[in-house]
């Protein structure tokens, strides 16, 4: 009965998706989160175990339990539920000794960003820092002035983050070697429980409604873009990431989806 309902589900979802075009990605059950970048995808289930994509088939990445993953050019972090941040190394997670982080993204050039737990406050690991971490020893972070509930980075046009008020913000820049930040840009508009950047910049957000949207009009002059588009989509969503033009979703009802445009 669960094949015939996912079944069910990605059929409504073709109906109303238009330009996109959606399908059932390889299946993965109780997702709840997914990162792509660098050509590769990992994702995270509600038991928090993280996995990676090989073909159609998702396999346990390392051993340790984690509720949030992130690929990128710094290699593959993330967060356990205690916000330890962990570092894969030869095959398996390695804790970092230093700061906790509710959610880290190595989407940047290079550079590692979080945000810590209770104060929200937004920090960034150095790329020399973040390549060389071989899982021993305590690690240097630089807070970038910004108090946020989720951040994102790509290699163009910038970070993207998500404040306590779901107030959306962009920074221009920030240098992996130095981490120093230009400032952060409101994005006027709607409230957003998080977004994503890809690596060619295009930028997705999950309003605090469940519904997804892509950023437009992002340029290097105008990082911000100009506005929202729907996406439209027959479930709620949860989560999203993009990468090489294909868009990973994983819904409210723990279906993970792959969309293209």
């Not at 995270?44 to 992130?70: E, P």
């Not at 690690?139 to 509930?149: Q, V």
């Amino acid at each position: 009965m669960k094949v015939v309902a996912a079944f069910l589900l990605v059929l409504g979802c073709l109906a109303v998706s238009h330009a996109w075009r959606c399908r059932e990605g390889p299946r993965l059950y109780n997702a709840k989160q997914v990162d792509a970048g660098m050509g590769m995808v990992a994702a995270t289930d509600i038991y928090k175990r993280a996995y990676f994509l090989s073909g159609r088939n998702w396999y346990r990445l390392g051993t340790t339990t984690l509720k949030h993953v992130s690929v990128g050019p710094s290699g593959t972090w993330g967060t356990s539920a205690s916000n330890r941040v962990h570092k894969l190394v030869a095959g398996n997670f390695k804790q970092v000794n230093g700061l906790t982080m509710q959610q880290v993204d190595a989407g940047g050039n290079g550079q590692v960003v979080g945000v810590r737990p209770s104060n929200y406050l937004a920090y960034c690991l150095r790329e020399a820092y973040a390549l060389g971490y071989t899982g021993v020893g305590g690690l240097s972070w630089t807070y970038l002035a910004g108090s946020l509930k989720y951040l994102s980075c790509g290699p163009r046009f910038g970070c993207w983050g998500v404040n306590r008020q779901s107030r959306v913000y962009v920074s221009r820049a920030i240098s992996p070697t130095t981490c120093r930040n230009s400032g952060w840009i409101a994005v006027s508009g709607l409230a957003m429980k998080m977004v994503e950047v890809g690596t060619d910049g295009s930028v997705f957000g999950v309003s605090t409604a469940g519904k997804l949207y892509q950023r437009y009009g992002i340029s290097a002059r105008r990082p911000q873009g100009t506005g929202w588009r729907l996406v439209p989509m027959c479930m709620t969503v949860q989560h999203v990431s993009y990468d090489l033009r294909q868009l990973w979703v994983v819904t409210t009802s723990r279906l993970l989806m792959t969309c293209v445009h």
